[in-house]
Structures are given as structure tokens and as C-alpha cells.
């Protein structure tokens, strides 16, 4: 048994205890003796269920292992009667299997003793009605059930009943190879006459043109004979005649409104609700993708089912199939059906006979095809992936829709698989792309948030001023009005976005060192000019979340991150000056981290400009040298405050900065006076002059001044290091190898 | 909706200017799509229409077939481009979705291709139905169920039928690649489970997507416009237009008829240049007659919902249903509704 178990988490584990409560109560529920109770009893659990939901839905693994292995033990005759033990293990495997349905396994354990004839048939009853597959149904269960019919041990409705079953299940059998063995055996059932619309109806299923047989094609016409017209009967003798029209001589109706009474209408519920649990996966969704005879399609229009199309090649394009051909005739080897593409060692050896499947919207799920499409240039690949997703995103996006509800798990799984494909590409979909655009302006920023968000950190890299209105404005008033955590979210989906649009700049420029295929040279300056207003769109969103939410660490923390970002893009500084002035007053942690990131862009900067010889106006460097100036300004030489460098202003009046009360406004920021290092500043004076207790900061001037800064390096100030060294050309140093932009 | 800078964009009149964002520059990764990105962005509606003045039909055209379209309430759809559609294959079509529908029709059941099983798939070109020469061959679908008594055997009942087209749909057909068939617009008659069948058909097999195509409000005024301005030789009836109130427990409608004459003559003083509506002209128009009935019955029009139009051409429903009734002005029609169906797929 103890394979049947699955992996379980700790949060299994916690929830047994509160579902086995409400399977007991279940159980109790339908303890009633009278059998007459049980569709109300029944009907009451699956309201219970869906209440329940995915709290009992999660878990109860054990107590389905139980019900198993009692029903497993099962050997001798036991009434239902007062048998508490069996009504609670009948209950628990009721209620699992028509929320999730059950595995080969445990499905092999209870048709066994379904018709093993050890339990009463109202029990065999229940049992058989719930016998869901979650996945498929192993054929050797069927088969060995099929032997019990042989032995005779169980009564004719469960027989009737198991036949139902195996019809509607009919598709969820792995394998079918030895239930075609088994032909003569339910050819033979024919002639119970309760048994053969059910009979007749599995042989339909079963039929093959070796099936066909002339000794089976006269028992046929002997059973109408002596039955009448029945229209399984002549259902079957039709296919026969399909087969083999020599063999059936007798004429047919042509047309016959319904062949065989429903079987599936028992299990038909709790399938569509497996099916949906695991959308995609079940044998029998594959074939019905947009059918009428699907049950959701009647609540909503045929063809806006998010249901993604399954891989199958097209055998009905004749226009495609004439193609392969041609290819056979030229390659000698017939093409390679996706269907049977299932490990990557297939996809290398087929890669060159290999079909693409008929409908593109099914790659999405099948990563080796991914992986194929990422080494074939055919537009047309991307075209029809173009339109599908498009539509799809335009048809299925939940707010448009009034009653969203039922639908937004639905689009969110699509959303995140179109997420997943996009990472694995490392590309964003044009058509995703156009979706943000267009629908962003109508969102009310929580309807998918976090799948959103992320589809926005793959908007391809293209101009500014198509994104600008489409994206950033309607971005930024759900930001400056939503809450800290969906600013911090927003800031985090555009440091990807950043990041991505880095990553593909730097492949880029690998392409473009290849002067054959880079008719892009011109267009590159108008691409930075792209990152430099995103980052420019960011700051100005940045500095105004900082006012809102009072310079919010967390919100912080998620700036400097996008900075951090920042740096591996060449020579673009565009630090805002009010976040600079925010970032003064922070706590250690971010101002040094601060400071890191500007050297680090800096350094970033020395390197890529030798390499690459862009072509940055002037401008940039002057601003760039301004932001340098200013920083040593206030942490060097005690001059806050002073100039103004930026339209946005670092000067403040000298009657503001009286008003602030602050006395020396001048070196309050600099690397001794500023919040951020004053504890250092504290504790270099106490190892300084052990005995002086007044705390005189004026002290560390001069010599004294250099040993604090010795002092912080070794406190592992790395980035300030760095700071000072590349930018402050010290006269009387003479380590100072680098040389910075700034002459102090 | 008031869109300057999207310029005089009509389907008919050719594209006269790029959108001014030079898309070039998106170099998508090599493999990119920067073919389809050369219209206007999200199919903003264009603020100047051409009316089409050779609405007259090809000569090729099939009479009996385009009567077959007239005065029947057709379903509206949009489709993508379909992947390697052959117009020399519409026979095998016509026998692999005969199959298909009956397969679908009788769940489960064998069904033999090519057998006769009740039902007729028909796919035939409707020639000659075309705004411009690059306009690809509209393509009539139709299914036929035997007659239910065997000895009466002419005549087979048409139970569906539906058509695709794209008229003055140059737009799109410059920018997809010669794999693709564009025929975007697709109109439906007939049970809603036969259309879900035939296009699912056509998705699992041309790789397309069929989307319901809603008309909005202002693209409804603008038929209200367009039509009224046409010119109707034989017996002209009313202008009829229909407004909801989304009031509570039930939404109220208001219909509001015009004698096409009086609309006519309404339209004339409005239009400044014949054969070409503008957004202003169809705003001035509208806004002529919500005063009109505003002085009447102190209602503002303005601030319910158009929902239909009807004229004497065509009418109209913003649910998607349109009925043309007028051969002459098919084109005309057609071309607009081509229109908002492109710019669904776009």
C-alpha cells in the first residue's frame, strides 16, 4: 500500500486531522440503513464537498489508504447492516473519489471487491458509481474485473452497472490491447438479454475490421432475428457492414437518431470536474476541444473555452499533408507526429522531420517543442502564435467580463503558463505585449495582479513613446493610488523589465559585432534612449511613492534594487536628485548601498565606455559629473546644499535651512556628520580619546580625518572606498590610482 | 475616441500615413514580428471613413448566391489569418467537415469520410464579392441534411450556412506572409451548434481563432450615418434606432424612427464632403437628432446606449447581428464590418 501513497507535505499532514473530522460526519450522514436514503444522502455530501472545498480537497490521503486496505481485505460475505466500519471507509471513498477522483491503483482494489460479490449490491452500487479515474484506469483491473463476470459471483445489476461503467470509461483505459482479447468474451454476453445494449455498445467501442467475422456477423442477424430491429443491434451490424461490407449482406437503415442509451450520464459530473481539476491531462479532453457535447460550453459561447489546444499533428489539411509528401519523397523519411514527441533525445534525433502541431497554441505546454521553436526561424510559427494568444488574451481577460469570478483561476493558469514560456523563451510575445497595452488602461490593479505585473517585465524592448501612454501612465496612477505593497511590486516587475531589456541589449551587441547581420546599427542610441526613460519614468515614480508613503524602508529597499539593476546598464546615471535627498536621511544600510551602487555604476561606466566607444552626448557625462560633485559636495568638502546642479533643485535657500534649526547645515552630511556614518564617527572617537566624553566630531579633521577614513574602510565600507578613491583626487595622496571625474 | 493623430485610415482609401513611430526599431530578437505592428495601434477607430463608390459588385458575381446573403440576420465573427488555406481543396474540405459534423453531431459513433451520413458540407467561393482586386475569394460554407422522407430526394434542406469574407482588407493582407489567407470577417445563420462546430472545424485546421465581433456604440452612429447617407432607389423604410436605459429591475428600450427622407435630408446639411464621413459629421449628426428628441420628450439620449440601427440598407445590433438588405450597398457593408473585424485580430 504504501506506494499508492504520494509524497506528502507538511501541510498534508496538518490537514488530515480536520478532514478526517468532516469525512466522519459524512460517514454519519449516510450511516442510514435504508438505501432509499442514499441519493439524498449523497446529495447533501456533494454540497458538503463543495463547501468543504479545497480544505478537505487537499488531503484525507490516509483515510482513503484505510477504506483501501479494509476494502482490500475484504475476503468473506459482510453485510452493510450495522457495519459502522464499512459505512465510515464506503463514505471517505466516496467523497475523495468524486472531488479528485482515484488512483489505477485504488480503483484496481475496489472494482476487485465490487464484483468479487463479498458485499451487499447496494454497496457495490456506491462503490461502482464512484469509481472516478484521476488519471487512467489500468487495463489488468478491467481485465480482472471482467474474469469476476466469468465466475458469476455477482448479481445481474452489478454486472449491467460495471458494463455502464466501462463504457463511459471507456477512454480512460491505458491500454486496450487485452480487452480486445476479450472480444469473444462480451460477444458471448449478447445473448443475455438485459446485458446486450451494454454489450452491444462496448463491442461498438471495441470493434475492429479483424473483429469482424462472418461467424459473429450471423450470430448477429440471428439475435434481430429473433429480437427485433434493435437499434444496438443494428448500431453494431452497421459497423460490421462498415468493415466489411462483403460480409454484411442485409440492408440498414441509414439514419438512426440515437444507437445506444446513455452509459455516461452516472459519471458524467464528477469526470468534468476531475477533467477541470486537471485541465488538459485526461485523455478524453484532448479529443474534445470545442464540442457541443461539452458541458461548459452551453454557459458560455462555444469558443471561448481556455482550454489550450492539445498536440496532435493535422491529419485534416490535405494542404499539409500534400506538403509531406513532397518531403517524404526528398528526405525518404516520413515525418515525425508530435504526438510522439516525449523526450528530448526524440526531439534531437527528429528534429529535421518533426511537425509542428496543427493547432501552435499547444507548444505552450510542451517545452520541447519550445525548444524547437527557439532554433527555427519561421515567422509563420510566430505568426500563429501571434493571433491565438492574442485572441485568447483579448477573449478570456477576466475584467472585461461580468462575472469574473468563475473565470479568473482559469485566466491566471493561462496568464502563468504564458509567464513560464516567456522565461523559457527569454522573449516577450508581441501579442502579450499589445495586451498590456490595451487593457492596462481598464484594470483596477488587483483583478491577476501578480501575473500582471509580470508579464509587464517582458514587454519587448522597443520605443519609449508607444509604451509611455499605453503602460506607464496607467501604471502609474494605479501606483501613486494603491498600497505600499503593490508600489513595492510594481517597482520589483520593472527592475525585471530593466533587467530583461539589459540582457537582450548585451545579445544585442554581441549581434552587432557582427556586421552582417546588424541592419540596426542606427536604431541602438534610440533603444538606450528607451532603458534611460524607463529609468527616468521609475525615478520620478519612485520619488513621489517616497513622499506618499514617508520614505518607507520597504519601499526603499525595492528603489535601490532597481539602481542596483541599473548598473549593468553603460553609462546611463539618472539618479534622481530628491531620491538622493530622501536616501541622505536613511538609515545605514541603504545609504551605503547607495553609495555602492553609484560607484558601481561609475566603474560599470570606465569599462563599457572604453569598449564601446558609444556615442553619449555630452549632456549625460555633465550630469553624471554633476551628481559626483554634489555627493562630494556633502560627504567630502562640506558643502551641501550649495549649487544648483539640477532642474530639480539640490540648493535650498538659506532661510529654509534656517528654519530647519539644524546648526552647520554645511558638513551635517558629510562622512562624519551624516545619520548614516555618525556611529562610526562615535566609536572612532571613543577608541580615539577613550577619555573624552563630550563627543567633539570637530576632532576628525586633518591627519585625524584620514585615519577615519582608514578607520571606515576597515569597518568594510567597500563601496564608499570606492566612491572616494575613483572620484576624489587627493593631493597628498599618492595611491590614488585611479582617476576620478572629479578634481577637488 | 477622439484620435487626431490616426489619420485619415480607411480600409479603402490607402494607408496614408505610418503612425509615426518608427517600429523599425524594434529589433525583436531576429525572429521577431515587426511586420504586424505597421498599422495603428489598437485599432483605434479612424476618425474619416470613405464611403466606397463603386459599390456595384464584380461582374463575375453569382446573383443567386448574394441574394442568398441578403435579409437573413447573420452572427458576426472576427477570424485570424488561416494557416495554409488552399482554395483548391474546398472539395476536400467540403468531405473532411461533412465527417467532422457528423462525427460531432453523433458523438462517439463511427463515421466513414465520405460516406453518406446524413448530412452536406458544402464549401464553395463566392465570386466576385470583392472591394479591391487584392481582396482574397469570400468562401461559403453550407450544410444540408438530408430530407427526412427517402423518396423526396431533390431537394436538400439548408439548415446552416455561413461565409467568410474580407473586403477592402488590404491593411492586414499586406502584412501576413503568403502561408496566411485572410479572410477575416465570418457571418453565421442557423443553429449556434453547428456554427461551434464548423468553427471549431476551422481553428483545429487553419490554426485561426473565431471571436464573437461586438459593434460598439460609436461604430453603430457611424453606421447610422453612413447609411442614412446612401442612396436607395426602391421603397425606402424607416430609420429606426434603439436605445437602452440600463435602468432597474428591466433595462428599457427606446426605439426612435425617422422617416429616411427626414434623416436624408438631415445627413445632407451635416456631410461637408460627398463620399467621405468624418467624425465630427456623424457627432453633429447624432447630436441633431438627440435634440430633436430631447425638445420632444425631455430625454437625453446621449446618455443611453445605442444598442441597434436600422435603415433601409442594413441594420444593425450591437450584439453582433447584422442583416443586410440592399445588394447594392453589400459592398459598402461589408467593407466597414471587415473593418472593425481587422481591427479585433490586430
Request: glycine share 4%; with cysteine.
Amino acid at each position: 500500500m504504501q506506494q499508492r501513497e504520494n509524497a506528502k507535505n507538511p501541510k498534508q499532514a496538518l490537514q488530515v486531522r480536520r478532514s478526517s473530522l468532516s469525512a466522519w460526519q459524512i460517514g454519519e450522514r449516510t450511516a442510514g440503513p435504508k438505501t432509499a436514503d442514499l441519493k439524498s444522502a449523497q446529495k447533501h455530501e456533494k454540497g458538503k464537498q463543495q463547501s468543504a472545498s479545497d480544505r478537505a480537497g487537499n488531503s484525507t490521503q490516509d483515510h482513503l489508504e484505510q477504506a483501501l486496505t479494509y476494502f482490500e481485505r475484504v475476503k468473506d460475505y459482510i453485510p452493510l447492516k450495522k457495519n459502522e466500519v464499512l459505512q465510515k471507509h464506503l463514505a471517505t471513498v466516496e467523497s475523495i473519489a468524486l472531488q479528485r477522483g482515484l488512483s489505477p491503483e485504488g480503483l484496481d482494489v475496489l472494482l476487485n471487491v465490487a464484483l468479487s460479490g463479498h458485499l451487499a449490491d447496494t454497496v457495490n452500487t456506491r462503490i461502482l458509481k464512484c469509481l472516478i479515474p484521476a488519471s487512467v484506469i489500468a487495463e489488468s483491473s478491467v481485465v480482472s474485473a471482467v474474469s469476476w463476470l466469468c465466475v458469476g459471483k455477482c448479481s445481474g445489476s452489478t454486472q449491467l452497472l460495471f458494463l455502464r461503467w466501462l463504457i463511459a470509461m471507456f477512454d480512460f483505459i491505458d491500454h486496450k490491447e487485452k480487452l480486445h482479447a476479450l472480444y469473444g468474451f462480451f460477444f458471448c454476453s449478447l445473448q443475455d438479454e438485459k446485458l446486450c445494449p451494454y454489450v452491444c455498445h462496448l463491442l461498438y467501442l471495441l470493434t475492429r475490421r479483424e473483429s469482424v467475422k462472418p461467424f459473429r456477423v450471423r450470430r448477429l442477424v440471428d439475435l434481430q432475428a429473433k429480437m427485433g430491429m434493435q437499434p444496438h443491434l443494428q448500431a453494431l451490424l452497421s459497423l460490421y457492414k462498415l468493415f466489411c461490407p462483403e460480409l454484411v449482406s442485409i440492408t440498414l437503415p441509414a439514419k438512426m437518431k440515437t444507437y445506444f442509451k446513455n452509459s455516461e450520464s452516472l459519471w458524467k459530473a464528477a469526470i468534468n470536474t476531475i477533467r477541470r481539476r486537471n485541465q488538459g491531462t485526461s485523455p478524453t479532453s484532448q479529443q474534445l476541444i470545442l464540442g457541443t457535447g461539452h458541458p461548459q460550453s452551453r454557459k458560455r459561447k462555444w469558443n471561448t473555452q481556455l482550454i489550450l489546444p492539445a498536440c496532435s499533428t493535422d491529419a485534416n489539411n490535405p494542404t499539409r499533408s500534400k506538403e509531406i509528401n513532397h518531403a517524404d519523397i526528398l528526405s525518404h523519411s516520413e515525418s515525425f507526429p508530435v504526438e510522439q514527441l516525449h523526450t528530448f533525445s526524440q526531439l534531437l534525433q527528429n528534429i529535421h522531420r518533426l511537425e509542428f502541431p496543427s493547432q501552435m497554441g499547444s507548444v505552450l505546454r510542451n517545452s520541447l517543442l519550445l525548444h524547437y521553436i527557439n532554433c527555427i526561424k519561421d515567422e509563420s510559427i510566430y505568426l500563429r502564435l501571434y493571433y491565438w494568444m492574442g485572441q485568447t488574451l483579448q477573449e478570456e481577460c477576466t475584467w472585461y467580463k461580468l462575472d469574473n469570478q468563475q473565470y479568473e483561476e482559469e485566466f491566471k493558469d493561462f496568464l502563468d503558463i504564458v509567464y513560464k514560456t516567456e522565461c523559457f523563451l527569454q522573449e516577450g510575445f508581441s501579442s502579450c505585449e499589445e495586451f498590456l497595452y490595451k487593457s492596462l488602461p481598464l484594470w483596477d490593479g488587483f483583478c491577476c495582479r501578480s501575473q500582471i505585473l509580470r508579464l509587464v517585465s517582458w514587454i519587448p524592448l522597443s520605443s519609449f513613446s508607444e509604451m509611455k501612454p499605453h503602460l506607464c501612465e496607467p501604471l502609474a496612477q494605479l501606483f501613486f493610488t494603491s498600497s505600499l505593497y503593490f508600489k513595492c511590486s510594481v517597482l520589483e516587475s520593472l527592475k525585471e523589465l530593466l533587467q530583461n531589456w539589459l540582457n537582450w541589449h548585451v545579445m544585442q551587441l554581441d549581434v552587432e559585432s557582427d556586421p552582417k547581420i546588424s541592419p540596426l546599427n542606427t536604431t541602438l542610441s534610440g533603444l538606450v534612449n528607451s532603458v534611460a526613460e524607463l529609468i527616468h519614468f521609475v525615478g520620478w515614480i519612485a520619488t513621489v511613492a517616497l513622499h506618499l508613503e514617508n520614505n518607507a524602508t520597504f519601499l526603499l529597499y525595492f528603489i535601490l534594487d532597481f539602481y542596483e539593476t541599473q548598473h549593468s546598464c553603460p553609462s546611463l546615471v539618472f539618479i534622481c536628485v530628491r531620491i538622493q535627498r530622501a536616501l541622505k536621511s536613511l538609515p545605514f544600510v541603504h545609504s551605503f548601498r547607495y553609495r555602492t551602487n553609484l560607484v558601481a555604476a561609475k566603474e560599470n561606466e570606465l569599462i563599457k565606455k572604453t569598449i564601446l566607444q558609444f556615442k553619449f552626448s555630452s549632456q549625460t557625462y555633465q550630469e553624471y559629473n554633476q551628481y559626483i560633485m554634489a555627493m562630494v559636495g556633502c560627504l567630502w568638502t562640506s558643502s551641501a546644499f550649495q549649487k544648483d546642479i539640477h532642474p530639480q533643485g539640490i540648493r535650498l535657500d538659506p532661510e529654509v535651512l534656517k528654519k530647519t534649526r539644524v546648526q552647520e547645515v554645511r558638513n551635517s552630511f558629510n562622512i562624519v556628520h551624516h545619520p548614516a556614518l555618525m556611529g562610526y564617527a562615535i566609536l572612532f572617537l571613543q577608541q580615539a580619546w577613550p577619555e573624552d566624553k563630550t563627543l567633539n566630531f570637530n576632532l576628525i579633521k586633518g591627519r585625524r580625518w584620514n585615519w577615519y577614513l582608514e578607520y571606515l574602510y576597515v569597518q568594510g565600507l567597500q563601496g564608499l572606498k570606492l566612491f572616494i578613491e575613483s572620484s576624489i583626487n587627493r593631493v597628498s595622496q599618492v595611491s590614488q590610482t585611479k582617476s576620478g571625474n572629479v578634481q577637488v | 475616441m477622439d484620435t487626431p493623430d490616426s489619420g485619415g485610415m480607411t480600409p479603402l482609401g490607402r494607408k496614408t500615413a505610418e503612425t509615426g513611430i518608427n517600429f523599425t526599431s524594434t529589433t525583436r530578437f531576429s525572429r521577431g514580428l515587426t511586420f504586424i505592428r505597421t498599422h495603428t495601434l489598437f485599432g483605434q477607430s479612424p476618425t474619416r471613413r470613405i464611403i466606397p463608390q463603386t459599390s456595384l459588385l464584380q461582374e463575375n458575381v453569382d446573383p443567386q448566391k448574394i441574394a442568398f446573403l441578403l435579409r437573413k440576420q447573420w452572427t458576426l465573427y472576427s477570424v485570424t489569418p488561416m494557416y495554409k488555406f488552399s482554395y483548391g481543396n474546398l472539395k476536400e474540405y467540403s468531405r473532411l467537415l461533412s465527417a467532422f459534423v457528423a462525427a460531432e453531431k453523433q458523438k462517439g459513433l463511427a463515421v466513414e469520410v465520405g460516406n453518406d451520413l446524413g448530412i452536406k458540407v458544402t464549401l464553395s467561393t463566392l465570386l466576385g464579392l470583392k472591394g479591391t482586386d487584392q481582396d482574397q475569394v469570400a468562401v461559403l460554407v453550407q450544410i444540408a441534411s438530408r430530407s427526412q422522407l427517402p423518396f423526396e430526394n431533390a431537394e436538400n434542406k439548408v439548415v446552416w450556412s455561413g461565409w467568410f469574407c474580407c473586403i477592402s482588407g488590404d491593411d492586414l493582407l499586406e502584412s501576413v506572409p503568403e502561408d496566411f489567407t485572410c479572410l477575416s470577417l465570418f457571418l453565421a445563420n442557423g443553429a449556434e451548434s453547428y456554427t461551434a462546430i464548423v468553427g471549431s472545424w476551422f481553428q483545429k485546421t487553419f490554426d485561426c481563432y473565431f471571436s464573437r465581433l461586438t459593434i460598439s456604440p460609436l461604430n453603430l452612429a457611424w453606421m447610422a450615418a453612413m447609411w442614412t447617407g446612401c442612396k436607395v432607389d426602391s421603397h425606402m423604410a424607416a430609420t429606426e434606432l434603439v436605445f437602452s436605459v440600463p435602468c432597474i429591475p428591466q433595462s428599457l428600450d427606446i426605439s426612435y424612427a425617422i422617416h429616411s427622407e427626414d434623416a436624408k435630408a438631415l445627413w445632407d446639411t451635416v456631410q461637408k464632403t460627398p463620399g467621405e464621413v468624418t467624425q465630427e459629421e456623424v457627432n453633429l449628426f447624432m447630436d441633431c437628432l438627440y435634440s430633436h428628441f430631447h425638445r420632444h420628450f425631455k430625454i437625453h439620449l446621449s446618455a443611453t446606449r445605442l444598442v441597434k440601427v436600422s435603415t433601409s440598407i442594413a441594420s444593425a445590433h450591437c450584439d453582433g447581428n447584422i442583416k443586410i438588405l440592399h445588394s447594392k450597398h453589400l459592398i459598402g457593408v461589408l467593407t466597414l464590418l471587415t473593418e472593425l473585424a481587422i481591427s479585433q485580430i490586430q
